[in-house]
């Protein structure tokens, strides 16, 4: 089986009904449903009918220790078969513990907590992240694991806080990592992919609070981006083009700006390269009721209700959508802009909306922006397998000129040889996975595909 046939065959719908079997660690006892369990868009259908839930790290390394093949589950906001197993998965949803560190300044987190749950704590304590993805929905250790992003020139991917983890191996050993530990290895083990073990807990460095105000501008052309594209991803602390691809233009800017300590207010000018400051307030997909969107008009607020697109309770929408996401070296951001344009009427009818957002570049082996500063082209496209799979491969055609990454949690038909050259610690990588799990009690056919094909 081809990695395109694979792809396609896991992010479609079984229609055999499949019973689910809850497993509870302490009472080794099945609870059994009738409904098949998805993944949170819908797009895949889980191969395993074995769930566990464990409410302890004690509980969680016991599975571990009795289960031959198992894969951590995570919130299920991965749209392909990177959680998948044909034998068990173990949800950590219970493990939702946060223990604030004033004086060093960390949260440790149980590996069920997600950042909407998160973010309210750690700000009633006066802390931030600096930086949340469009969904505060998602676990904090399922994005870090597949270096999940926001947005902004100099803001990293999630990751880039992780300063510890906790995590269980293959024979059930505890074991404590972190970056003062481990050095250069810990660049490694944050971005894990799920492969070295089940993480239970991990430890984020925090900063002060801060406030955010954010305004959408609309029909920024393209043209613009020529000669002005950093300045543009540079005016706010964080800064969001949505495009359908269609007139050669960005149909909505997003500006979230950090207000200074004390400030109570913040300056948007009515115009911005030749866009102009709606009047209304906006959902990024056209047509869209914008309730579920977080405040707009340039009204300060909390950094979390202000950095992601979605407020903290609302879930944006059913669910029912593809996503795809490539990031290119930045300083070739406007010719890959370019390029994918050159498809926008194959494009759009199967499109809601494309995201193009600026990542700074890290160390961490497996991060899609490893010493790169990246433009991030994402895709969420209509809940259309067939159509989206027939146009992966147009789509990385015209970006594989600038050696672009997709997205770990993201589908994709682009070849394990070539992504595995696109990572230059990937030899590294598979070395820590040999390490971590040599019977590849984790690994499951998207490691095997992605990773240990070639």
């Known amino acids: 089986m081809n990695k395109r046939q694979f792809l396609t065959g896991s992010g479609s719908v079984l229609t055999a009904a499949m019973l689910s079997r809850f497993v509870s660690a302490s009472e080794q006892d099945a609870v059994h449903q009738t409904a098949p369990r998805t993944n949170w868009a819908g797009n895949l259908t889980f191969h395993t009918d074995t769930l566990y839930q464990p409410k302890t790290a004690e509980e969680v390394q016991h599975i571990v220790k009795s289960c031959d093949k198992l894969r951590a ?17 173990i949800s950590l949803k219970q493990l939702d513990s946060i223990d604030i560190d004033a004086k060093a300044r960390t949260a440790t987190v149980g590996a069920g907590v997600t950042y909407g749950k998160l973010a309210p704590i750690i700000d009633a304590q006066g802390f931030a992240v600096p930086n949340l993805a469009s969904l505060p929905h998602v676990s904090v250790i399922g994005a870090c694991a597949t270096a999940t992003h926001g947005s902004g020139s100099n803001n990293g991917n999630l990751a880039t806080i992780v300063s510890g983890l906790e995590l269980v191996t293959a024979d059930g050993t505890l074991h404590t990592l972190s970056r003062a530990k481990d050095g250069d290895r810990f660049l490694g083990q944050v ?8 993480v239970t807990k991990t430890t984020l460095d925090l900063q002060p609070t801060f406030q955010v105000a954010q305004v959408v501008y609309e029909n920024l052309s393209f043209s613009q981006l020529e000669h002005h594209l950093d300045e543009i991803f540079l005016s706010g602390y964080s800064v969001s083009l949505f495009t359908d691809w269609q007139n050669h ?6 500006v979230k700006r950090r207000l200074d300590p004390g400030t109570t207010s913040i300056a948007f000018a009515p115009e911005f390269f030749g866009a102009t400051q709606a009047k209304q307030k906006l959902h990024p997909v056209a047509g869209h009721s914008a309730e579920s969107c977080t405040e707009q008009f340039g009204v300060p607020g909390p950094w979390y209700e202000r950095l ?11 669910g029912a959508e593809i996503q795809t996401e490539y990031f290119v070296p930045r300083e070739h951001a406007y010719e890959a802009i370019l390029a994918v344009e050159q498809l926008r009427d194959r494009i759009t009818p199967h499109l809601f909306i494309t ?15 490893y010493q790169r500063p990246s433009l991030a082209i994402h895709f969420t496209w209509k809940p259309e397998n067939d159509a989206v799979q027939a146009l992966l491969p147009l789509v990385e055609e015209k970006l594989a000129p600038f050696n672009a ?16 050259r696109l990572y230059p610690r990937m030899s590294d990588y598979k070395a820590l996975l040999k390490q971590y799990d040599p019977e590849g009690k984790f690994r499951n056919r998207f490691l095997d595909t992605n990773i240990f094909s070639a």
């Open 73 to 89: 589950l995570g919130r299920g906001h991965s749209f392909n078969a990177i959680a998948d197993s044909t034998h068990a998965q």
């Open 191 to 198: 971005v894990n992919l799920g492969g070295l073990g089940v």
């Open 249 to 254: 233009r960005a149909t909505e800017v997003w």
């Open 308 to 318: 992601p697109h979605f407020k903290l309770n609302f879930i944006p929408s059913s």
């Open 355 to 369: 995201e193009l957002r600026t990542v700074a570049p890290d160390n961490l082996w497996l991060s899609m922006a």
């Open 405 to 420: 990454r997709p997205h770990w949690a993201k589908v994709n038909t682009i070849p394990s040889s070539t992504l595995q």
